[in-house]
């Protein structure tokens, strides 16, 4: 299996071919060891009641963040600069999901992802508060069409671009499980990954959290 996560192999959807949406290596943060956790001052203005101010480590180019626990268990983290994470703690064996956010350096429109590589799915937000296209990582065969399937459902084909609209992050995040086809170039064969869902629905309410407080937060 090959696993190659670019953000130049994530176009957006629409009546023409449209440019990737850019991400910046700053803006989504690796994941941070949940030993951490119970560190930093509290916070009142938090997304849940334990949220915590993490001070940044000394020495180190990431800044100071957000972290707190989802009523179900996962670790969350946010950043300034519009970047975070929805962790699983550190028994589970799921995936979790990065997000990062920008205004366009031309067009000053907002731009948010959610991704993550394991689940080979990336989530794209313009100007919206709503997702406007899920496209499958890595698909970039000419001419070839992806696939994905939410639970035991049929398949929904993509676009040549590997790209759904929107609103089916929403769908995806309330199944259990989804399954993503795409194809690679130079290889014209199916690559199927089957992951689960759990944790995509938090890190859609954390950006929203995000977004709806951005620059009234300390830091």
Not at 24 to 29: A, T, V, W
Not at 68 to 85: A, E, L, N, V
Not at 114 to 123: E, T, V, W
Not at 127 to 142: A, Q
């Amino acid at each position: 299996m090959r696993f190659i996560f670019a953000a130049a192999s994530l176009p957006l959807i629409g009546c023409a071919a449209q440019p990737p949406l850019p991400m910046h290596s700053n803006q989504i943060q690796p994941p941070i060891s949940t030993s951490a956790t119970a560190n930093g001052a509290p916070v009142a203005n938090g997304w849940q009641p334990d949220e915590k101010l993490i001070p940044a480590r000394p020495g180190s180019e990431i800044g100071p963040s957000r972290r707190g626990t989802t009523p179900d268990g996962w670790i969350y983290t946010y950043y300034s600069d519009g970047s975070g994470s929805v962790e699983p703690t550190a028994e589970a064996v799921m995936e979790g999901w990065s997000i990062g956010c920008h205004n366009d350096a031309m067009t000053d429109k907002r731009k948010c992802q959610i991704r993550s590589s394991n689940a080979r799915l990336s989530i794209s937000y313009i100007n919206s508060k709503s997702p406007s296209s899920v496209c499958i990582i890595g698909h970039d065969y000419p001419g070839r069409f992806g696939a994905i399937r939410i639970d035991e459902a049929s398949p929904i084909a993509t676009n040549q671009y590997g790209c759904l609209p929107g609103g089916m992050a929403a769908k995806i995040a309330k199944a259990k499980t989804f399954t993503t086809r795409h194809v690679e170039w130079p290889y014209d064969e199916n690559l199927d990954k089957k992951s689960e869902s759990t944790g995509l629905g938090a890190a859609m309410e954390l950006l929203a959290h995000m977004e709806a407080n951005r620059g009234k937060l300390t830091f």
